[in-house]
């Protein structure tokens, strides 16, 4: 039996792999029964609604996690002639900040697809549910956010949700406020 000793300070620099839950190793190593459930446990815990998104890899680091998302290849409409495209033109890997689970934040990557139009020589990204375009947090966690800063201050929220304080600001001045009269 050989026993190995490892410091603490270089574990903590360590890339640790690890499955927060037993049912994303059962995706990996039994059949598509339990890949789907263990996909749809992933999509509700992260608040994804797309259907054709992958959980791809999850990587535990000391300080944060890291989800790597890809997407399945979809037609598309194309925002430009609204013809119908299946055609990849490239890949880009856009950056997310997810939610915080169990005081630690999640950092998502996914891997998106740009499409070529073969009947316009245009090409476009993929629209996803999760994350509108140009944004760098999942809409789960702006709606929390939003939610939480109707009740609570601004720097408490950006602590709560993830959020620096002048994002959140930025996010909620864009939204209108309705109100209900009493
Ligand atoms: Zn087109």
């Given at each position: 039996?050989?026993?190995?000793?490892?410091p603490?300070?270089?574990?903590?620099?360590?890339?640790?792999?690890?499955?927060?839950?037993?049912?994303?190793a059962?995706?990996?190593?039994?059949g598509?029964g339990?890949?789907?459930?263990?996909?749809?446990?992933?999509?509700k815990?992260?608040?994804i609604?797309?259907?054709?998104?992958?959980v791809?890899?999850?990587?535990?680091?000391?300080?944060?996690?890291?989800?790597?998302?890809?997407t399945?290849?979809?037609?598309?409409?194309?925002?430009?002639?609204?013809?119908?495209?299946?055609?990849?033109?490239s890949?880009r890997?856009?950056?997310?900040?997810?939610?915080?689970?169990?005081n630690?934040?999640?950092?998502?990557?996914?891997?998106?697809?740009?499409?070529?139009?073969?009947?316009?020589?245009?090409?476009f990204?993929?629209?996803?549910?999760?994350?509108?375009?140009?944004?760098r947090?999942?809409?789960?966690?702006?709606?929390?956010?939003?939610?939480?800063s109707?009740?609570?201050?601004?720097?408490?929220?950006?602590r709560l949700?993830?959020?620096?304080?002048n994002?959140?600001?930025?996010?909620?001045?864009?939204?209108?406020?309705?109100y209900?009269?009493?």
């Amino acid at each position: 039996m050989v026993v190995s000793f490892i410091p603490t300070r270089f574990i903590s620099k360590q890339k640790i792999h690890a499955f927060p839950s037993p049912l994303l190793a059962l995706s990996c190593t039994k059949g598509k029964g339990e890949g789907k459930r263990a996909t749809s446990f992933y999509h509700k815990l992260l608040g994804i609604k797309d259907k054709h998104v992958d959980v791809w890899n999850i990587e535990k680091y000391s300080n944060k996690w890291l989800i790597e998302l890809h997407t399945k290849v979809k037609k598309q409409k194309c925002p430009f002639c609204k013809e119908r495209t299946k055609r990849i033109y490239s890949y880009r890997k856009q950056s997310i900040q997810g939610p915080i689970l169990s005081n630690t934040p999640v950092k998502i990557i996914v891997k998106k697809r740009r499409y070529l139009c073969t009947y316009c020589p245009h090409t476009f990204y993929e629209r996803l549910q999760m994350v509108d375009i140009y944004q760098r947090c999942t809409n789960s966690v702006q709606t929390s956010a939003l939610t939480y800063s109707a009740v609570g201050f601004f720097t408490l929220v950006a602590r709560l949700t993830g959020i620096s304080t002048n994002r959140l600001i930025r996010l909620f001045d864009r939204h209108q406020l309705f109100y209900v009269p009493i």
